[in-house]
C-alpha cells in the first residue's frame, strides 16, 4: 500500500550518514545494512504500518517535485 505523509518539520525531512541512510524523518524510516526501521515520529502519518526493524532486499525512492 502506498502511504502519502508529510513532514511536520522541514528539517527532519531527509538526512544521508555515511555509515546509514537515507532516513527520513526522526527515525521515521531508517535504512542501515540491510535492514529498516519505522517509527512515527516527524511525520504525519507513519510511513509503514509496522514499528521496528524488517531486512530489506529493496528501496526505492522517488522525488516529488
Known sequence: DIILSRVRNENNAICNGLTEGPSFGNGDLLA???SIQCHKESYEKPIRNTDGW???GKI???QVV
Open 32 to 34: 542501515t545494512n540491510g
Open 54 to 56: 524488517d531486512a530489506i
Open 60 to 62: 526505492e525512492i522517488f
